[in-house]
């Protein structure tokens, strides 16, 4: 495999992480599910190709490519965890309103099933 | 009779009813471009239908609701906060990088290399008295960039005090906008769409300034929290926040004549410097009192510029004065070059200059030795361009290399910066997204999405340990050479 083979798959590797995060500015949870495949998919391009980057100790060019896909990988990650903390911080606040609070002072577990809404 | 008569009621009731529902749906179309503006909604009731009584039901208006998400407005205001901070570190920096070339064609690093020539140049023709007066005027542009370099970043540094007492300005201004909008509320105008509105823009507004928790309240007003414990307003009472300089006490200060840090003080007097490290004000903050005191002090630090200039400064005076200008007899010892203020650590580079009585003759060529060498001092002034031994270097490395060490650190802070800007944008939209998204649901459709998310995030977020370790090992892979 030649060193500018090699370079397209860290591009095609981050161009997939841009993609998730680009699914990830807009995180409905059909959005989500699209990532996790595409994170999925990025994974194991690069874990097939990973024993073949050591060719490229050294170059310039494909170590660029890498710092690209490290931010790619860094911006996807963060706005993966912006979602997850929204939801969870919205899973505690209403946890807090239905149940209160735990002998340990935290959120009371939120609970999902059989749920009685009351109207007036 | 009767009952055509509570039919008419019956109707005219839906028609008020419906002609709300139409006021607050032209209302919606009307502020669709305000902004804060959150859809709102009118809940219709069913009144009580019975014939025998004469009750002929029908249909009523109920509370306007809006549809605005106050949760999800907190996190809009978090992210909001977070890009504030980002910009404003990227625009700082931006500007202090500016000062710090490091091609090598211009300021310390150019006058520096210049010197060492010079340097080099007298070395192999110690008695001309051309090569010592370009030494001497070396010397003097080198003190000049020293100077310069130093002037500016103070001047930088009186910029990030001048944008952060307007920053504290620009705060208290907007709190007392938003303390009007209160008294409004507290004077029956707690349902009014367009003054929540502009709550709501102008809270936005302020998060970019300063972090800020926003608690809305049953009459209508907010209260604002500043780094989520200081109180800016409460109900119609406004808590003004201030900043001044100060010089830290404790611990005891090492330059007391250093310059002053910058403080924000709540209402009370009560120190709240270190608890402001977010958006708009923090970037201010941490590049006042703790980025730019590492090139030209404080009280606790003399800054890499002023460790410089005064290394350098006192080794061209040590090697100088440990010559001879002539071997006699009598021999006349060399008189040293550079002069600063030594009474102040943190004024080094901005005081250093050569000494104007010096002259071309008084600068000691001949190293007495043993063995004596006619030309040993500017030699073993040479050798400060490559060092070899510790008293040639600064800080374990030689001037060119901890000029570059300095100058890189802001291209590397900069760096960071600019890739946290464009994360923070993002996660600002993401955060929009969510706003807009849950903008109207109710409570039972967001319980259903909150249980999809829980399940959705759970499967993707297993994948980034991977993806941290692959792209991670991919740059150490491709470092190595």
Same mark, same amino acid.
């Given at each position: 495999m030649g060193t500018a083979?090699?370079? $397209?798959? /860290?591009? *095609?590797?981050?161009?997939? !992480?841009?993609? +998730?995060?680009?699914? #990830?500015?807009?995180?409905? &949870? $059909?959005? /989500?599910? *699209?990532?996790?495949?595409? !994170?999925?998919? +990025?994974?194991?391009? #690069?874990?097939?190709?990973? &024993?073949?980057?050591?060719?490229?100790?050294?170059d310039a060019a494909a170590l660029?490519?890498?710092?690209?896909?490290?931010?790619?990988?860094?911006?996807?990650?963060?706005?993966?965890?912006?979602?997850?903390?929204?939801?969870?911080?919205?899973?505690?606040?209403?946890g807090a309103i239905t149940g209160g609070y735990t002998e340990t002072g935290e959120s009371a577990p939120l609970m999902h099933a059989s749920r009685i809404s009351l109207h007036g | 009779m009767s009952n055509l008569l509570a039919s008419l009621l019956s109707s005219a009731s839906a028609l008020q009813a419906y002609a709300q529902v139409l006021e607050t749906s032209q209302n919606n179309v009307s502020n669709a471009s305000t902004p804060g503006y959150a859809k709102e909604s009118v809940n219709l009731y069913a009144l009580p239908f019975d014939p025998e009584a004469g009750i002929t039901?029908?249909?009523?208006?109920?509370?306007?609701?809006?549809?605005?998400?106050?949760?999800?407005?907190?996190?809009?205001?978090?992210?909001?906060?977070?890009?504030?901070?980002?910009?404003?570190?990227?625009?700082?920096?931006t500007?202090?990088?500016?000062?710090?070339?490091?091609?090598?064609?211009?300021?310390?690093?150019?006058?520096?290399?210049?010197?060492?020539?010079?340097?080099?140049a007298w070395g192999a023709t110690p008695g001309n008295e051309a090569a010592r007066q370009t030494v001497i005027q070396s010397a003097t542009d080198l003190a000049q960039a020293f100077q310069q370099a130093s002037g500016n970043v103070t001047i930088q540094a009186s910029n990030a005090e001048q944008q952060i007492g307007q920053?504290?300005?620009?705060?208290?201004?907007?709190?007392?906008?938003?303390?009007?909008?209160?008294?409004?509320?507290?004077?029956?105008?707690?349902?009014?769409?367009?003054?929540?509105?502009?709550?709501?823009?102008?809270?936005?507004?302020?998060?970019?300034?300063?972090?800020?928790?926003?608690?809305?309240?049953?009459?209508?007003?907010v209260n604002l929290m500043m780094n989520g414990e200081t109180?800016?307003?409460?109900?119609?009472?406004?808590?003004?926040?201030?900043?001044?300089?100060?010089?830290?006490?404790?611990?005891?200060?090492?330059?007391?004549?250093?310059?002053?840090?910058?403080?924000?003080?709540?209402?009370?007097?009560?120190?709240?410097?270190?608890?402001?490290?977010?958006?708009?004000?923090?970037?201010?903050?941490?590049?006042?009192?703790?980025?730019?005191?590492?090139?030209?002090?404080?009280?606790?630090?003399?800054?890499?510029?002023n460790?410089?200039?005064?290394?350098?400064?006192?080794?061209?005076?040590?090697?100088?004065?440990?010559?001879?200008?002539?071997?006699?007899?009598?021999?006349?010892?060399?008189v040293p070059l550079f002069t600063y203020d030594t009474a102040n650590a943190t004024n080094t580079?901005?005081?250093?200059?050569?000494?104007?009585?010096?002259?071309?003759?008084?600068?000691?060529a001949i190293s007495p030795g043993p063995p004596e060498v006619s030309n040993g001092v500017p030699l073993a002034l040479s050798a400060l361009a490559s060092p070899v031994q510790d008293a040639d270097k600064v800080n374990g490395v030689s001037y060119s290399q901890f000029y570059g060490q300095l100058a890189g650190r802001v291209g590397s802070a900069l760096n960071d910066a600019t890739n946290s800007q464009e994360v923070q944008q993002s996660l600002l939209s993401q955060a929009k997204d969510l706003r807009q998204q849950y903008q109207g649901v109710s409570l039972d459709e967001e319980a259903t999405t909150l249980m999809q998310f829980q399940r959705a995030y759970q499967a993707t977020s297993k994948f980034l340990t991977t993806l941290d370790e692959l792209t991670g090992e991919a740059i150490n892979m491709m470092s190595a050479t």
């Open positions: 083979a090699l370079v $397209e798959q /860290l591009k *095609s590797a981050r161009q997939q !992480l841009d993609f +998730a995060s680009n699914l #990830l500015v807009k995180p409905s &949870p $059909e959005a /989500l599910d *699209s990532c996790s495949s595409v !994170l999925e998919a +990025a994974g194991r391009q #690069l874990a097939e190709w990973q &024993p073949a980057f050591s060719q490229l100790a050294g660029e490519e890498a710092w690209r896909l490290r931010r790619s990988f860094v911006r996807t990650s963060r706005l993966l965890q912006g979602v997850g903390d929204f939801h969870r911080n919205w899973l505690q606040l209403r | 039901g029908g249909v009523a208006a109920g509370k306007v609701v809006s549809a605005r998400d106050e949760f999800s407005e907190q996190a809009v205001r978090q992210q909001t906060s977070g890009l504030g901070y980002q910009q404003q570190l990227v625009d700082s920096l500007a202090v990088q500016s000062n710090f070339d490091i091609s090598g064609n211009q300021g310390v690093p150019l006058a520096l290399n210049n010197l060492f020539k010079s340097l080099s920053t504290v300005g620009q705060v208290n201004q907007l709190v007392t906008q938003i303390q009007t909008y209160n008294v409004i509320a507290m004077q029956g105008s707690k349902n009014d769409g367009g003054l929540s509105a502009n709550m709501h823009a102008a809270v936005e507004q302020l998060s970019s300034l300063v972090d800020v928790t926003a608690t809305f309240q049953s009459d209508g007003t109180p800016l307003l409460l109900g119609d009472r406004q808590y003004k926040v201030s900043s001044s300089l100060y010089q830290p006490q404790d611990p005891p200060p090492t330059n007391a004549n250093g310059p002053a840090d910058v403080r924000i003080q709540a209402y009370n007097g009560t120190d709240i410097t270190s608890e402001t490290t977010g958006a708009q004000l923090g970037a201010l903050l941490h590049l006042r009192n703790q980025i730019l005191p590492t090139y030209i002090g404080d009280a606790s630090q003399p800054g890499d510029l460790v410089m200039a005064k290394q350098l400064a006192d080794r061209v005076n040590q090697l100088l004065t440990s010559g001879n200008i002539s071997d006699g007899p009598p021999a006349v010892p060399g580079a901005a005081s250093l200059s050569v000494d104007p009585t010096v002259t071309p003759d008084q600068l000691a």
